[in-house]
């Protein structure tokens, strides 16, 4: 089994950063992709930024050029930092990690998420 852990959400005001962290534990062979996705009350959950085990990384347009995401192979570790916070990122931050097996399958796996709020 694999555990995913989120930390780093709080309160923040408008123009404020947050570091979002996310650590893997548990029975890993492999690490592929990580990701960082938010739901906001009454949205649909969606994909914020994704990162390869080459670390090659995509953002979502909404956040470009504010958020980077990055990671920590010998830690299994996935960052989120957050810079010029808006009202509208506040949401529920959720880690997704797909995890490879020897086999060559993937399994995928979700942290419990962490809040950011963010006032104007």
């Known amino acids: 089994q694999v555990q995913l852990v989120e930390s780093g959400g709080g309160l923040v005001q408008a123009g404020g950063s947050l570091r979002l962290s996310c650590a893997a534990s548990?029975?890993?062979?492999?690490?592929?992709?990580m990701d960082w996705y938010r739901q906001a009350p009454g949205k649909q959950r969606e994909l914020v930024a994704t990162?390869?085990?080459?670390?090659?990384?995509n953002d979502a347009d909404s956040v470009k050029g504010r958020f980077t995401i990055s990671r920590d192979n010998a830690k299994n570790t996935v960052y989120l930092q957050m810079h010029s916070l808006k009202p509208d990122d506040t949401a529920v931050y959720y880690c997704?990690?797909?995890?490879?097996?020897?086999?060559?399958?993937?399994?995928?796996?979700w942290g419990q998420g962490t809040q950011v709020t963010v006032s104007s």
């Open positions: 990162i390869t085990s080459g670390s090659s990384t």
């Open positions: 997704n990690a797909k995890i490879g097996t020897r086999w060559g399958g993937e399994y995928s796996y």
């Open positions: 548990g029975t890993i062979f492999s690490i592929n992709s």
